[in-house]
């Protein structure tokens, strides 16, 4: 329970810092789309890179893609077009499940192929991207940049057919395609002007300018004029002339450098100029200016890339100690906790053992006690009360004034009086002081007869002092039972008792030449008692016999 609380608790604080980080990267996302459209690209292109970083620690796949084609398209913008398509491959893995993002990334391939004159590349990529397109209406752009490329390789007439069948679609007449449509239809009059037809080209290039014009795409307009300076280059240099310059100051307005650069290439080709010279340096100035800065955009795009790596090489780094910190911690945490679990448990278990092994000693100590107090009330029912009712109806029936009834009396009460005293020897306090070895062997003695022998060896052999008093009590009453036994049921002439000792334990070896038994009925005959004393000690007792071949017994009890 301990383990799914704190698995818990930390699982809510992952999801907390996801959040947050989710929050920082798309503020960081939409900061950079306001420098992108102010044309503060390099600050856009850091803070796009920097919320890239930050959506792939979410694993935020959509801001991902979207991320990556904007930098593709800073990059293309600042004549990257390398570094562009390295960015906007980096973004397929993670575009793969959103449409218009695979388009996009297609698109910047082509574009990018195109400005590289990678013509048969480009246009593949223009026509992957027709295939990500939901309908024409969606493909129509990359289909212009195809006609846009056929003019680039000179296939002026396949580039007229394209540009028709776009202009011919009833949703380029919608306002939200004007733009494209505007685009098209100048670069298909500029198609006709390379491909022989002026009356008809200018019309197209005058119809593009003017719906540019309409909608404000100061950009797109920079291209019309290009495209007029060259159709009248041939036929009227003034307007050429004219065109070339609008076009140079529009792109000077908007810091396009390309244009600018093309611009002043035709007005220096037309030599019809008194500023041709200024022109050319112009021209020349522009051109290593823009090699400079280009040069510098890629070293610090690359640079940029390449701190935001290290750095989140680093973070990882430092994530991953600080993980396995917080890992070791909680661990040597979850070990105390185990530790604490385990420790109680055992002292649990021990008191449950220490409870049972008393309450079992406790047992067997009742057990053996009931089954000696049994033993002694048969043995006084068996052995004396008959007597007693005897001689009470003895003296009841005879007159006791008689001499000869006095001593039959006597006689009688003196044979009970004996047996009394052999039932308390039996069960009287055992001896465990100094005088222990004594009290053995007189009880042993006790049993000696004519007709028996009793044979106690090595008895001051054993280091008695060393053993504790209960279990000097267990020796003695285990002795007297075996003597009662003995003298009970084996009819035994010879019985031999051997005492040894070893680091241990002390060893009691009992051996008779009686009857025996069989060694399933040990128990019948009053044996069993024994094993209980010597189980509340921790000792062990074994038996050994057969019919007609006397009786064994091994004793062993811990010192």
């Keep these: 329970m301990l383990l799914f609380l704190f698995s818990c608790k930390e699982k809510k604080t992952d999801n907390t810092n996801i959040e947050a980080i989710q929050k920082q990267a798309i503020i960081l996302r939409d900061k950079a789309d306001i420098n992108f459209d102010k044309q503060n690209l390099n600050t856009a292109f850091y803070q796009f890179n920097e919320s890239k970083e930050l959506f792939e620690t979410v694993k935020d796949s959509p801001n991902i893609s979207y991320v990556l084609i904007r930098m593709s398209d800073i990059q293309q913008i600042n004549g990257d077009y390398y570094g562009s398509k390295e960015t906007v491959t980096e973004a397929l893995p993670y575009a793969k499940t959103f449409?218009?993002?695979?388009?996009?990334?297609?698109?910047?391939?082509?574009?990018?192929?195109?400005?590289?004159?990678?013509?048969?590349?480009?246009?593949?990529?223009?026509?992957?991207?027709?295939?990500?397109?939901?309908?024409?209406?969606?493909?129509?752009?990359?289909?212009?940049?195809?006609?846009?490329?056929?003019?680039?390789?000179?296939?002026?007439?396949?580039?007229?057919?394209?540009?028709?069948?776009?202009?011919?679609?009833?949703?380029?007449?919608?306002?939200s395609n004007a733009d494209s449509k505007a685009i098209m239809q100048d670069n298909l009059g500029y198609a006709y002007f390379k491909n022989g037809m002026p009356e008809k080209a200018l019309q197209l290039m005058n119809e593009g300018l003017k719906l540019k014009n309409e909608i404000n795409n100061n950009y797109s307009s920079i291209e019309s004029y290009l495209h007029l300076a060259d159709y009248y280059s041939k036929k009227d240099i003034k307007k050429s002339d004219y065109n070339a310059l609008t076009a140079y100051n529009i792109a000077t307005k908007l810091n396009s450098v390309d244009e600018r650069l093309e611009a002043l290439q035709i007005l220096i080709s037309n030599n019809n100029s008194p500023n041709t010279n200024r022109y050319t340096q112009y021209y020349f100035a522009l051109n290593d200016s823009i090699i400079k800065v280009r040069n510098n955009f890629k070293n610090k795009s690359a640079k940029i890339k390449y701190d935001a790596k290290k750095e989140k090489d680093e973070n990882v780094k430092l994530h991953l100690e600080k993980a396995e910190n917080q890992l070791s911690l909680q661990r040597a945490k979850y070990m105390r906790i185990v530790f604490v679990i385990v420790f109680i448990f055992l002292v649990i278990l021990i008191a449950i053992l220490i409870r049972y092994y008393k309450n079992k000693n406790k047992t067997i100590e009742f057990k053996s006690s009931y089954d000696t107090e049994t033993r002694i009330s048969k043995k006084i029912h068996d052995e004396l009360a008959n007597d007693v009712f005897q001689v009470i109806a003895f003296a009841e029936s005879q007159p006791l004034a008689a001499e000869n009834t006095k001593e039959n009396l006597l006689q009688k009460l003196d044979d009970i009086y004996g047996r009394v005293r052999g039932i308390s020897k039996e069960n009287n306090k055992i001896e465990t002081g100094k005088d222990f070895t004594k009290s053995i062997k007189e009880m042993l003695s006790a049993y000696n007869t004519v007709e028996r022998n009793i044979i106690a060896t090595n008895l001051e052999s054993v280091n008695w002092e060393d053993v504790d008093d209960i279990k000097k009590i267990t020796i003695g009453r285990v002795l007297q039972e075996l003597m009662v036994n003995m003298k009970k049921h084996s009819k035994a002439s010879l019985v031999v008792i051997k005492f040894d000792s070893d680091q241990k334990s002390i060893l009691i070896n009992y051996t008779d030449n009686g009857i025996g038994c069989e060694q399933t009925k040990i128990s019948k005959n009053g044996l069993q008692n024994m094993e209980h004393r010597i189980q509340t000690v921790k000792g062990t007792i074994e038996f050994e016999t057969e019919p007609q071949n006397g009786f064994k017994a091994k004793i062993a009890i811990p010192k």
């Design 99 to 175: 449409e218009g993002h695979l388009r996009s990334i297609h698109n910047n391939l082509g574009i990018a192929d195109k400005e590289l004159s990678l013509y048969d590349d480009a246009i593949f990529y223009y026509k992957e991207s027709i295939k990500d397109s939901k309908n024409k209406e969606d493909g129509h752009v990359p289909l212009s940049n195809i006609a846009a490329v056929y003019m680039q390789q000179k296939k002026y007439n396949d580039a007229i057919i394209l540009l028709e069948y776009l202009l011919s679609q009833k949703f380029i007449d919608k306002k």
